[in-house]
């Protein structure tokens, strides 16, 4: 009889978590989905924003302070790290990895720091400054 209470706990457990698990991937689509179309709209609003006479016409700073948490979404790496450091100019890796979380950069590692290094290391646009330990943006 305990077996069976046992058991039937066990299957009811069982397809609790398979619930859940189809609901978290459901979810996952759901959030892919729409960051995905963020960032569509995001880039398509900044291209008609830079071919027009005015860009001030098509995004005023209503909008603008609507685009910037999220700026980096969906660029890579160099991408994000390259547009930071030429607002910032001059950045240690640390406030770079805050500029990016900032503006909706997603990093992959634990720890964003070392991951940042290795991606600026080799780019022919930065250069780290060795007294300071900063990174500084150089003009292409």
Do not use: C
């Amino acid at each position: 009889m305990n077996e069976n209470r046992l058991a039937n706990e066990f299957l009811e457990a069982k397809k609790e978590w398979e619930d859940a698990a189809f609901q978290l991937h459901r979810a996952k689509a759901i959030y892919d989905y729409a960051e995905k179309r963020l960032w569509l709209a995001r880039d398509q609003l900044l291209i008609t924003a830079i071919r027009a006479a005015e860009p001030q016409s098509v995004i005023d700073v209503g909008l603008a302070a609507e685009i910037r948490p999220v700026a980096y979404l969906g660029k890579t790496l160099r991408q994000a790290a390259q547009s930071a450091l030429s607002e910032l100019r001059s950045a240690s890796a640390e406030r770079l990895v805050d500029h990016m979380m900032e503006r909706g950069y997603q990093f992959s590692g634990e720890v964003p720091v070392r991951v940042l290094h290795g991606a600026l290391v080799k780019q022919p646009w930065v250069r780290r400054n060795g007294n300071s330990g900063e990174w500084e943006y150089i003009p292409q």
